[in-house]
T-cell receptor, first 115, second 113 residues
């Protein structure tokens, strides 16, 4: 069974640009959640989508947005990039909603560098 | 607002000894806890979990202990092996509430041969 796939794996952008990251969950998984990982901050929750609906959103500015398609694939977008947005963005999928007892399956992440 | 805290950013132990990783939480609604392990250039992978109705869960060399009154959990690895060297994240969720899963900042474990 294929795992969680994130694209692109690496990207470099400049301040002010926008970026779109993609995540394909494990087949049959309906929940996709996004996390930002920076040194010392651990995994910061961005948002979760379940059956195309955003269930929860973390404490991030409105420049961070996302969506989920009918095939459960998800995209997240960051507009007007800032230097502090440089991070590893991880996507995770699970069978049920995030607050259940199922484990999360993570992708390898998209490493964003903002210059 | 760090609802899940891992106060030790790093831990170094000798191969064969016990590794103890600690995690504290503040939200009393959390009732399910998980540990994830992350190697460089890979996504985190699930390690072990525990429900709040238990105080201990064991899986091979890995044991998680939960102290609800102290809002504290710990992961014990016995015996530690060099392959256990990774970053360990503690996570908590509120299964009866529409809350997201919160992660700690992680603890980097180094097991020396």
């Amino acid at each position: 069974k294929a795992g969680v796939t994130q694209t692109p794996r690496y990207l470099i952008k400049t301040r002010g640009q926008q970026v779109t990251l993609s995540c394909s969950p494990i087949s049959g998984h309906r929940s996709v959640s996004w996390y930002q990982q920076t040194p010392g901050q651990g995994l910061q929750f961005l948002f979760e989508y379940f059956s195309e609906t955003q269930r929860n959103k973390g404490n991030f500015p409105g420049r961070f947005s996302g969506r989920q398609f009918s095939n459960s694939r998800s995209e997240m977008n960051v507009s007007t990039l800032e230097l502090g947005d440089s991070a590893l963005y991880l996507c995770a999928s699970s069978l049920g909603p995030l607050a259940g007892t199922g484990e999360l399956f993570f992708g390898e992440g998209s490493r964003l560098t903002v210059l | 607002d760090q609802q899940v805290k891992q106060n030790s950013p790093s831990l170094s132990v000798q191969e064969g000894r016990i590794s103890i990783l600690n995690c504290d939480y503040t939200n009393s609604m959390f009732d399910y806890f998980l540990w994830y392990k992350k190697y460089p250039a890979e996504g985190p992978t699930f390690l072990i979990s525990i429900s709040s109705i238990k105080d201990k869960n064991e899986d091979g060399r890995f044991t998680v202990f939960l102290n609800k009154s102290a809002k504290h959990l710990s992961l014990h690895i016995v015996p530690s092996q060099p392959g256990d060297s990774a970053v360990y994240f503690c996570a908590a969720s509120a299964t009866n509430n529409n809350n997201d899963m919160r992660f700690g900042a992680g603890t980097r474990l180094t097991v020396k041969p």
